[in-house]
C-alpha cells in the first residue's frame, strides 16, 4: 500500500514556510512567486498553522482586497491537521475529503518532512493506475497461446 513518505520522495523536499508574524502581503507575493498553494506556518521549529490561497481569498474578499497590516496569524488555520510518512495513502484521501484540505503538512513527530498536496495525490493515482496498465498489458502481451498450452 503507497505510503506517504513515497509520495513525498517522488515529489521532492522543496518546502516554503513563514511565520505567524509575517506580513499577508509577503506570504502572498512567496505563494505567486513560488507558484506553490500554501505555506507551512511554523513557530519556534513547531508547527503553528497553515496558510492556504483559501485563507488569502477570504481576507482580501473581507478587507475589500486591502492585505493591510495584517500578519498571517490573523488569516491562518490554526488547527491543521496533519500526517506522517507512514501515513496510508487511502488514509490521507479519506481526511482530505474528510476535512475539505487542500494541503496537509507531513510531520515525523515534531520535524515537518514536507506538504501532501490533492495534485500530489492524483498524480499519485494516476501514476499507480498506469503502472498498473503497464502491467496487465505485458501479461495480455506474454499470454500462452493455445497451441504453447496444449504441450505442441
Known sequence: MLKVSEILRVKGDTLYTATPDTPILQALETMSEQDI??????????????LTF??????????????GNYTVRSVMDDAPV???????????????LEKHARYMPVM???T???????????????????FENNMLKAYIRDWPSDSESAGT
Request: hydrophobic share 45%; proline share 3%.
Open 112 to 130: 515537518l518532512m514536507g506538504v501532501i498536496s490533492f495534485y500530489d495525490m492524483a498524480q499519485a493515482i494516476v501514476a499507480a493506475q498506469q
Open 108 to 110: 515525523d513527530g515534531p
Open 37 to 50: 498553494g500554501s505555506l507551512v506556518i511554523m513557530d519556534h521549529g513547531v508547527l503553528a498553522g497553515m
Open 82 to 96: 496533519s500526517v506522517s510518512p507512514n501515513t496510508s495513502f487511502d488514509e490521507v484521501q479519506r481526511l482530505m
Open 54 to 67: 483559501r485563507e488569502i481569498i477570504r481576507h482580501l474578499h473581507n478587507k475589500q482586497g486591502n492585505t
